[in-house]
């Protein structure tokens, strides 16, 4: 987790490089949040200040492929991309009365992600 943290960091200190100048006066900053299951998940918060809603891009899988060997600057793109999307659909969301189930239901989807960890014992 503090590697990924680290990694964290380091993206949200490059990332607008790597947006276009419409981006350019977004905040962006490190966020740490415990998930239902107890797993702590560092990720970048990437708003404007005076949006209500903000989105969170986790590095999870970002950082498994920098261990993997693929070059940051590809990583970082892939990033950039994952954010202008989010920002698109967070633009079709405006107006949508959130707090309220039945306006909500249409936006709402269920992630899984599933990790396998195999454990070898030695006899």
Do not use: W
């Not at 949508?96 to 899984?112: C, G, Q, T």
């Amino acid at each position: 987790m503090i590697a990924e943290k680290i990694f964290a960091e380091g993206v949200a200190r490059q990332i607008m490089d790597y947006l276009p100048p419409e981006y350019q006066g977004m905040k962006c900053q490190v966020t740490e949040k415990v998930k239902n299951n107890g797993v702590c998940m560092a990720g970048i918060t990437i708003y404007e200040p005076d949006e209500k809603m903000s989105r969170i891009i986790y590095m999870d899988a970002f950082y498994d492929e920098i261990k993997k060997g693929k070059p940051m600057q590809g990583v970082l793109e892939e990033i950039a991309e994952q954010i202008k999307d989010s920002r698109e659909y967070g633009k079709e969301l405006e107006g949508v009365k959130l707090e309220e189930f039945s306006y909500a239901k249409p936006y709402l989807m269920i992630s899984l992600k599933i990790q396998t960890y195999i454990k070898s014992k030695l006899f």
